[in-house]
């Protein structure tokens, strides 16, 4: 499995579509060499700033989700 470093440069937008959630996003991605000790992962890296605007974003797109959901599944059960 090939690994990378993916830096997030900037947040441009987000939406939903039938299920999905789609972030507009800079990123620069770099090839990650493997290491014996770890587990072979990528792994995502943000400013604290970008990070806080993706959790807000996040609780508004689920919110919107939420209200499309009948009111018997709104409840958090399955």
Known sequence: MKT???EVQ???SMRHDMG???LGIDVLVQPRPGRD???AASRLRLPVEHARSLLILLKQQ???LDKLQ???R???RC
């Open 4 to 6: 990378y470093d993916i």
């Open 10 to 12: 900037r947040l441009k």
């Open 20 to 22: 999905v959630i789609e």
């Open 37 to 39: 000790d770890e587990a």
């Open 62 to 64: 689920l919110a919107e």
């Open 70 to 72: 009948p009111r018997s």
């Open 74 to 76: 709104r409840s958090g």
